[in-house]
T-cell receptor
């Protein structure tokens, strides 16, 4: 069975602070992908990043960075110099093959509500 | 580029009324298509998926049904809505090859009254 845990339900920071969102996962697959999505108040799920289990190189994209550690089954997400527009719910997700083809179900964490205060 | 359209954005329907939500994808062919529901409290639940025209699989038994009449069209339906059908419905598409990128539509907020 697959499981994604986001232990932080809500985080509140002041603008320009750095913030890290935690994600811990469980899977029996030897190769797998992990995703992060952002859900602003409008509701749309916005794709942020996809990583595969072969690539543990940490990645930086502008103010965003990701720390993938297979040994601890963690895929954490950091926002540097947070802005008010970063306020949203952030989801970590793990795909699971559900058909003989390529269909995959995303197992989502429960999400972390990030509020950035001005 | 690929885009996904979902409508309507919001819907208020009385109990017992029918439902039809539509999702279309542009710029790709033979995508895998999905319907998810997000109830209050954030959890996202997979309702249906489709790997081809006319091929529908259900993950959770419920009052809803889905159809895929065309390659890039996915429809979520109900003959009689229940109060418990209220929620935020998200359509998504995924490439069958190359990678497993998953793109969501903008969602439909359904309130059953």
């Amino acid at each position: 069975a697959q499981k994604v845990t986001q232990a932080q339900t809500e985080i509140s920071v002041v603008e320009k602070e750095d913030v890290t969102l935690d994600c811990v996962y469980e899977t029996r697959d030897t190769t797998y992908y992990l995703f992060w999505y952002k859900q602003p108040p409008s509701g749309e799920l916005v794709f942020l990043i996809r990583r595969n289990s072969f690539d543990e190189q940490n990645e930086i994209s502008g103010r965003y960075s990701w720390n993938f550690q297979k040994s601890t089954s963690s895929f954490n997400f950091t926002i540097t110099a947070s802005q008010v527009v970063d306020s949203a719910v952030y989801f970590c997700a793990l795909p699971r093959l559900i058909s003989s083809g390529s269909a995959r179900q995303l197992t989502f964490g429960s999400g972390t509500q990030l509020t950035v205060l001005p | 580029s690929q885009t996904i359209h979902q409508w309507p954005a919001t819907l208020v329907q009385p109990v017992g009324s029918p439902l039809s939500l539509e999702c279309t994808v542009e710029g790709t062919s033979n995508p895998n298509l999905y319907w998810y529901r997000q109830a209050a409290g954030r959890g996202l639940q997979l309702l249906f998926y489709s790997v081809g025209i006319g091929q529908i699989s259900s993950e959770v038994p419920q009052n809803l049904s889905a159809s895929r009449p065309q390659d890039r069209q996915f429809i979520l339906s109900s003959k009689k809505l229940l109060l418990s059908d209220s929620g935020f419905y998200l359509c998504a598409w995924q490439r069958q090859v190359l990678d497993y990128g998953y793109t969501f539509g903008s969602g439909t907020r359904l309130t059953v009254v």
